[in-house]
């Protein structure tokens, strides 16, 4: 539950205390205005104090943008079932939320921000364990940025039993200096990117999964299945992952920008795919699905869009997607929009076959919930779902880890919104593992699969600096 503060600050305080002290989860956050920094200024500036433990969330065309410093709690489960979602949520409601809004109480209040694995059954990479199969972190600062309104940070701290009301205060007086401090800290800005390696992985194989996956599908074992294959950059200089976010930031604005540091290693990305966003009972979804590239003119763009469009091979993956989504939201919504036929929706390197999904949910339908009935959606797993899933166990030379599953944020009152992390790569100090994928239906050419993959590797390339690679 969530409460609004009607009582002084300190009043707030003494209460939270209290009720620490009998056994209660509290939180106590309390939004305060920030001026002179933009997202990625703050990400920058945090890093002294909180590096490990930084989130960076930007929604396309920047009209929201989230990044959180210090990880005040953390949210985790290492459970191997579809359980892992209902787990995080219900941990979440365990907690007792008291939020202070200074001049207007239409705020989040407390959020967290992660994600889950892929698939919990095949995720034994060591890369990927300090992610669990679901981890969220609640910020002890997060910074807030959105059109049309002032930036401001909100500071939540959990309440510990043993704690006072005076030193609480303290604690909060303490750290709301820390943010006038980092407002007047200078801006960094992004460093020169260092040269890098490139090696791929299994690349025999994954050209034979396909031929096995086609196979598969004419037999009528299944619709489509989505197959992934990774690649590993090298730098004896390491990653300037700044400067990677930075890229991303400003070439990829039509993408969800995202970064989950954990220790040494961030997951980062540029996803153009929407999960899901859920606002006041409305919910939003968006199914993409079927790729061409981006024209070197406007006149071979529009020729490739209007290819794209009269695809067969591409229609098909696509309606396969808006099936599956559409047929999942009606269960969760009391009325549903969606267009007949799909558009187009561009980003800087390739264009998609798009169809936007909007509904009224009923009262109770959970953010959650719905993510865990749509993941993974025909665009990333395959159709049906569970044979899908089950194939790429069985014939993909790799472990997805985070790339491909659900990754996002939610706040005290049930808000929130995911995106599916494909564009995405881990990256550590000298090392970076960087995916791709390709949906797979009965007429997929391997060879072409293959470059499709070059092309939804490049956004990830050139933020790490990689601006032309022949071999990929």
């Known amino acids: 539950m969530i409460t ?14 209290n009720e620490a002290r009998e056994g209660q989860k509290v939180i106590v956050s309390r939004t305060i205005p920030i001026s002179n920094m933009t997202p990625l200024h703050f990400y920058a500036a945090a890093e002294d104090l909180y590096a490990g433990e930084r989130t960076f969330w930007m929604s396309p065309d920047s009209e929201r943008a989230m990044v959180g410093a210090g990880n005040e709690w953390i949210i985790e489960t290492a459970e191997q079932s579809s359980a892992r979602f209902s787990e995080i949520e219900t941990e979440w409601k365990r907690f007792k939320k008291y939020t202070d809004y200074p001049g207007s109480r239409d705020k989040p209040g407390p959020v967290l921000m992660g994600g889950f694995s892929f698939d919990p059954l095949k995720n034994e990479n060591l890369r990927w364990k300090p992610y669990k199969e679901g981890r969220f972190v609640l910020p002890v600062f997060l910074g807030s940025w959105k059109k049309g309104r002032e930036p401001e940070v909100t500071i939540s701290k959990v309440i510990l039993p043993e704690e006072t009301a005076e030193e609480a205060e303290a604690d909060f007086i303490q750290k ?8 007047q800290s200078k801006a960094e800005g992004a460093g ?17 999964s396909i031929s096995k996956a086609t196979a598969a599908i004419r037999r009528g074992e299944l619709d489509k ?7 590993t950059l090298h730098s004896d200089e390491g990653f300037d992952r700044l400067s990677a976010l930075h890229t991303l930031v400003s070439d990829q604005q039509s993408s969800f920008r995202f970064s989950f540091e954990n220790g040494s290693s961030s997951f980062i990305g540029a996803t153009p795919e929407r999960l899901v966003k859920m606002k006041d009972q409305h ?12 024209g070197s003119s406007k006149k071979e763009d529009q020729r490739l869009e209007q290819e794209l469009l009269n695809d067969h091979k591409n229609l098909e993956e696509h309606a396969y997607v808006v099936k599956m989504i559409k047929g999942a939201l009606e269960n969760y919504c009391s009325s549903l929009d969606c267009p007949d ?3 187009i929706y561009k980003t800087k390197n390739v264009q998609h076959l798009y169809t936007p999904i909007n509904g009224r949910l009923k009262k109770e339908s959970s953010l959650l919930e719905i993510v865990r009935r749509l993941h993974p959606t025909p665009a990333l797993g395959g159709l049906p779902q569970a044979e899908a ?9 790799m472990d997805r880890g985070w790339y491909a599953a659900p990754v996002g944020w939610f706040d005290s009152k049930g808000n929130g919104e995911f995106a599916v992390a494909i564009r995405s790569g ?8 960087l995916y791709a994928g390709c949906g797979i239906v009965k007429d997929s050419d391997p060879e072409l699969e293959y470059e499709e993959t070059k092309i939804k590797l490049r956004p990830m390339l050139s933020a790490l600096g990689g601006l032309k690679y022949d071999r990929i």
């Not at 709301?176 to 407002?183: E, G, P, Q, T």
């Open 426 to 433: 881990l990256v550590e100090d000298r090392t970076a593992v």
């Open 341 to 343: 036929a799909p558009g």
């Open 225 to 231: 299945v989505v197959l992934a294959r990774e690649v």
């Open 283 to 294: 919910v939003h979804s968006a199914c993409m699905a079927g790729t061409i590239r981006r």
């Open 176 to 183: 709301a200096l820390y943010i006038k401090n980092l407002s």
């Open 192 to 208: 020169t990117p260092a040269p890098f390696e490139l090696n791929e992985h299994h690349t025999e194989e994954w050209l034979q």
């Open 389 to 397: 899933v089950e194939m790429i166990r069985k014939i993909e030379p």
């Open 4 to 17: 609004t503060m009607r009582k002084t600050f300190r009043q707030t305080l003494a209460l939270a205390v």
